[in-house]
């Protein structure tokens, strides 16, 4: 059963998981071939400029399959090695695919996020919630570990205290406590969720394109690099900026008083 439904207009491709009826749980098989073909035909179009993450129904995502774990079947199971062997070429994969997008990506929380979704919504680089979002990262409750990379992930987003505080007691906090944490930037009313979410990926996708993507990679890169490192990378990508039509552009907009129209050059 397909996973993930995709839109595209104006710049903006909205990815939907879209499975109802089981709150958008995941790990089924193909789930991670799905997520890796969608994010890797993003990266390819050039015409794309924002990513909005979303969740069809009233769960952004339920996380990985309880069903499936009970029964022991797709990639929870076989023998150890068969398990393990799972995560990596299907449910990581979800992952990588969210992590390596190369444009932002807005994380539109509808609902419950729990687990591996609470993994998912945390990659996002900007993340806004629904009012009736929930938050949790319940793994010790089933007898098992972060198994998602979230015990990278998530630190990274609230701090390893409050992070260890959610690992080791299994508590599912409220929309208002994940904005106060600083897991989610906003929150707004259900209704308005997708107009808000609509609305930011607009004004990102307005920006220069390739500045766009190359701010995100110094982001990104800026986690892990020294800072003489990261001030020699800028100085390279910045001259490489100030040789498009979009500078220029830009440049004109601010002196003519105007709105910028950025193309790509």
């Known amino acids: 059963m397909s996973l993930l439904t995709v839109t595209t207009a104006n710049h903006v491709t909205t990815l939907t998981l879209d499975r109802p009826d089981s709150m958008n749980a995941l790990g089924a098989d193909g789930d991670g071939a799905e997520f890796e073909a969608a994010c890797n035909a993003i990266n390819a179009d050039t ?20 069903k499936a774990m009970r029964e022991r079947t797709g990639n929870f199971g076989g023998a150890p090695i068969d398990i393990a062997n799972g995560y990596r070429t299907n449910i990581h994969r979800i992952l990588r695919g969210l992590y390596g997008l190369q444009v932002p990506l807005i994380a539109a929380i509808n609902g419950p996020a729990i687990g ?19 938050f949790g990262v319940t793994f010790l409750k089933l007898g098992i570990i972060p198994g998602d990379g979230g015990t990278w992930i998530l630190p990274r987003v609230i701090g390893e205290a409050r992070a260890a505080e959610l ?74 900026m100030h040789h498009t039509e979009d500078h220029i552009e830009g440049i004109d907009a601010l002196l003519e008083k105007r709105a910028g129209v950025f193309k790509g050059r």
């Open 167 to 240: 690992f080791y007691t299994g508590d599912v906090i409220d929309a208002g406590t994940a904005a106060e944490w600083g897991l989610v930037s906003r929150v707004i009313e259900s209704d308005r969720l997708m107009d808000e979410a609509g609305a930011m990926a607009a004004k990102i996708a307005a920006m220069p394109p390739h500045s766009l993507r190359q701010t995100k990679n110094l982001l990104r890169q800026g986690r892990s690099i020294s800072y003489d490192t990261a001030l020699e990378m800028a100085a390279n990508t910045q001259a490489l």
């Open 47 to 66: 015409d794309v400029r924002c990513v909005i993450l979303t969740g069809a129904g009233r769960a952004f995502s339920a996380g990985g399959d309880v």
């Open 116 to 134: 591996l979704g609470c993994d998912l919504a945390c990659l996002g680089d900007i993340r806004i919630a629904s009012d009736r979002a929930k």
